[in-house]
């Protein structure tokens, strides 16, 4: 009765207050989101990629092919639209005209105003550098996150304070280019001081140059990749299962800076993709960078390959920087009609040797050696209804990856699409990234079928059913295994309410308790939310459900609401609250919160306890804005809170965030 009281009297307050985010990008980034795909190293790499994009929107009536396949949610239907209705039609006067593109759903249509523009089209080749310099845009962001509290390392341990901070410089002029600089500190790392006399732990320095005649990009620095469906590189983008059915499990090419704080899975060196003749480009790379790894002991060998990017002890900085890779490689592409086709190679030389330990049966084929090739040829067509893509790739580990997808429009209004995978247990690439479901491009074969309808413009139904099989024993299971993983989402649309349901039913086998055979782990989650706006404000109410059914049972929920108030356009104030009880992790739930530019912030809870945070962002004048953030968690259940270097001797957190933006 209590928790019902509790759900009845935040539903209420729903009703009177709004909430829904100041960017809605970044809801629309939520509701894609799953657990895998939250807590994988590849998240903050996409998260940052829509922030760029936010903060440096491309002209619709100048982007390419490769600028417009950046977006995640667009399918490659839609790319073809687009262009071809600027084509025919010429170019937009505003971006209200993606109206007249019949298969662009509304939703879409919102979030692309996010990132794109209606530009003029009347210059012509790359601008001159008086013209650059002239009208060029400059942006710095200072950060800095404070906590009220100290960390078992904090007091012994860490080399550093407890404070995290960064600072970034971007110059961009259009489309055209894009000069960067950052420096990023995490909480523990020693700043000026030991190791790091430099000051900041790690620095980016990037220059991406695109449209320059037949050089349609060049990057230089630190930079990442993406070429065909990522089965022989991909360090640039991933999302997850409900993402696919967005993009209809289309594959790409894109060179893009690395712009982000993170330490770990980029290239360092140069990438271009240069015109050779219509239809057909080149692109090529050469990367030498430094990493961190774990080393065998005795012989010095690489055992693990590290992307935290943490350098807070002395262990954790004596492996900082210890190991390094040299990467060559080139993608060709060809377009004619609805139809392409692109190889990718790549080889890699590490200066020590990578040998995992494989004491643990299911490490037995993880990558290994000093020198690593792969190649790829990836395949597709795009028509007014049916649509095709796909890779299939080998190397030195002599195996075989593959990834097909074909979607089909059976009405304008539903799609469906279906997606087969075959990853040999034997192969690897150090850097591929693609759909799976075992958490890397390895040991899995599966079908994914999926679906999209849109019975009425206010309603979209999204559904999909993934079945992996894994050949080989992975983590958690000591002999070959399956899952099946089902989501039924649905949306609906009203000029001031969106109402969003999703239930996913998963099913994983396991090790039981005793190792001797394998039994399911079934989870069950689902979400409800409310959402209202009106004039300056905005509301939703969310709730989350959990349970999961494997050695024990376990079970949680958690009520969320948010509330956002824009006044004068100058300020603009975003409160969140949640109440979360949950039996055990395997019940955890999630809740999104505003958060500072280039960030993001999906925390997880477990336990009894509250979550609150209070965001602001305040235009001092018109180029210079600053934004403040102050989050606390209550734990009602415990306290302690963490472990190991991170433990809290208390049931209580709270952290301070402050950013300062100037734009000229």
């Not at 991933?238 to 690395?258: P, Y």
Request: aromatic share 16%; proline share 2%; hydrophobic share 35%.
């Amino acid at each position: 009765m209590k928790k019902l009281i509790i759900f009845i009297f935040l539903f209420c307050i729903s009703l009177h207050i709004d909430a829904e985010q100041t960017h809605e990008w970044e809801q629309f980034l939520y509701q894609l989101s799953e657990l895998e795909d939250i807590e994988s190293s590849s998240w903050e790499s996409s998260f940052e990629l829509l922030c760029d994009l936010e903060e440096n929107p491309i002209n619709i009536n100048t982007a390419s092919r490769e600028d417009l396949e950046q977006f995640p949610f667009l399918t490659a239907k839609d790319v073809e639209n687009i262009s071809e209705y600027i084509y025919r039609y010429g170019p937009m006067k505003s971006l209200g005209e993606l109206v007249m593109i019949k298969d662009l759903s509304y939703y879409k249509r919102r979030l692309l105003f996010y990132f794109t523009y209606a530009g003029d089209t009347h210059k012509k080749g790359f601008p001159s550098f008086k013209n650059i310099v002239k009208y060029g845009k400059h942006e710095v962001v200072g950060t800095i996150k404070i906590p009220f509290y100290d960390r078992k390392g904090d007091i012994n341990g860490y080399q550093g304070y407890k404070y995290k901070h960064s600072v970034r410089y971007d110059f961009d002029y259009g489309d055209y280019l894009r000069l960067g600089f950052l420096g990023s500190q995490d909480a523990g790392e020693p700043f000026f001081a030991g190791r790091n006399s430099m000051g900041y732990d790690f620095y980016s320095f990037y220059l991406v140059l695109k449209k320059m005649g037949r050089i349609k990009t060049l990057a230089l620095g630190r930079y990442r990749l993406r070429f065909g469906m990522g089965l022989v590189m991909n360090n640039n983008f991933s999302f997850g299962k409900l993402s696919t059915l967005s993009s209809m499990g289309r594959g790409g090419s894109n060179i893009r800076a690395h712009s982000s704080t993170s330490d770990g899975n980029y290239l360092q060196g140069a990438a271009g993709t240069f015109t050779l003749a219509k239809g057909l480009d080149l692109s090529l790379f050469v990367s030498y960078r430094k990493f961190d790894a774990t080393l065998n002991k005795g012989d010095g060998t690489i055992s693990t390959i590290l992307n935290s990017g943490y350098h807070r002890t002395k262990t954790e900085l004596d492996k900082k920087n210890n190991s390094s890779h040299l990467l060559l490689g080139g993608n060709v592409d060809y377009r004619f009609g609805g139809f392409y086709v692109g190889a990718t190679a790549a080889y890699t030389s590490l200066d020590k040797e990578l040998v995992p330990k494989t004491t643990s049966v299911y490490r037995r084929y993880y990558a290994h050696g000093k020198e690593f090739y792969n190649v790829g040829v990836n395949y597709g067509y795009t028509g007014s209804r049916l649509s095709f893509s796909g890779e299939t790739a080998t190397g030195g580990c002599k195996a075989v990856a593959t990834i097909n997808s074909l979607s089909y429009s059976i009405t304008d209004r539903l799609t469906m699409l279906a997606l087969q995978r075959f990853y040999s247990y034997k192969y690897y690439s150090l850097f591929a990234e693609s759909f799976n479901e075992g958490g890397a491009v390895q040991n899995e074969s599966g079908i994914y079928l999926g679906m999209t309808w849109r019975p009425s413009q206010a309603l979209n139904i999204i559904a999909y059913i993934d079945y992996a099989y894994f050949a080989w024993p992975k983590y958690q299971a000591s002999k070959s295994s399956c899952s099946l993983d089902n989501t039924l989402q649905l949306t609906y649309v009203m000029p001031r309410w969106i109402f969003s349901a999703r239930y996913r039913l998963k099913i994983r086998e396991k090790d039981n308790k005793d190792k001797t055979d394998l039994i399911n782990k079934i989870d069950h989650r689902a979400r409800f939310s409310a959402a209202y706006s009106f004039g300056a404000w905005k509301a939703k109410t969310q709730a989350d459900l959990a349970f999961s059914s494997y050695k024990e049972n376990s079970f949680g929920w958690m009520i969320t609401q948010n509330a956002n108030y824009i006044l004068k356009k100058r300020l603009n104030i975003n409160v969140s609250f949640s109440y979360f009880n949950t039996d055990s992790y395997d019940s955890r739930v999630y809740s999104y919160e505003k958060g500072m530019l280039y960030s993001y912030y999906f925390p997880s809870f477990y336990g009894h306890g509250i979550r609150g945070s209070f965001f602001a962002s305040y235009d001092i004048l018109k180029q210079v804005t600053l934004f403040a953030k102050v989050g606390a968690t209550k734990y009602f259940d415990r306290e302690i809170i963490g472990s190991s270097y991170q433990q809290i001797n208390r049931s209580s957190a709270t952290d301070l965030e402050l950013q300062l933006r100037i734009k000229l």
